[in-house]
């Protein structure tokens, strides 16, 4: 029973990290930009929708490889008997687990779609909810990262703890308001490039670590 429930679990975290190809939308900041001038804005909201609709996917589909993940890693652990070489490490996983759950809550894309069309301040709110959310979330994946690989190296399933490192840098959301309302909306298209920017980079940092506990917990 316990090996179909760990084969179970490892075909989820399996399918969970390959959703990221549909999940974890990317696009060229730049010709976002251009193709937004070009349509007086329009092509904006598309962009806007899409970056709100990335942030619900990719936190849900975070919070179940997290779930999972923990999930095997416990039962590695007392299959190997080293659960309690990790009770510290599977208390901060678990801390960690219910904050990473309570930030995959939905903003709702489509919500935030029809603010922005018709309230002019209402794209720079979600712009800095997306902002603001990114960040706490990189924050919290990139300690998930780091005490699951210390966690994982404990218990002999890799060889060396590694440690992720927050890929989102510090914004200042008064700021990027104040300039954008006192340039017109005109850094309003650079904020938004820099949405799009950061999103892409925290994608493609996470792939590695997502690939290493895969390999860690399959093994």
């Known amino acids: 029973m316990n090996g179909q429930d760990e084969g179970g679990l490892l075909q989820n975290l399996y399918y969970f990290i390959q959703q ?3 999940s974890d939308w990317t696009t060229d900041p730049a010709m976002a930009i251009i193709l937004s001038l070009i349509t007086c804005g329009i092509y904006g909201f598309y962009v806007f929708y899409k970056l709100m609709d990335r942030r619900d996917q990719h936190f849900a589909r975070i919070a179940n490889v997290v779930n999972t993940s923990v999930a095997l890693l416990k039962m590695k652990a007392q299959a190997s008997g080293n659960s309690q070489a990790i009770t510290e490490e599977i208390a901060q996983l678990e801390f960690l687990q219910r904050e990473i759950y309570e930030q995959s809550r939905e903003r709702g894309a489509a919500l935030w779609l029809i603010i922005a069309i018709f309230t002019g301040i209402g794209a720079l709110i979600g712009y800095y909810l997306i902002m603001d959310d990114f960040a706490k979330h990189d924050i919290a994946e990139a300690q998930f ?3 699951m690989s ?3 190296t404990k218990i002999g399933r890799s060889q060396q703890a590694s440690r992720a490192l927050p890929t989102i840098p510090e914004r200042s959301f008064p700021v990027y308001l104040l300039l954008s309302i006192v340039t017109c909306g005109i850094f309003g298209f650079y904020w938004l490039y820099v949405l799009i920017d950061d999103g892409n980079g925290h994608f ?3 792939v ?3 690939d290493y506990i895969y390999a ?4």
């Open 208 to 210: 590695a670590w997502e």
């Open 145 to 147: 990262f780091t005490i």
């Open 20 to 22: 990221r190809n549909t």
């Open 150 to 152: 210390q966690a994982l």
């Open 216 to 219: 860690a917990l399959s093994s």
């Open 204 to 206: 493609e940092a996470q």
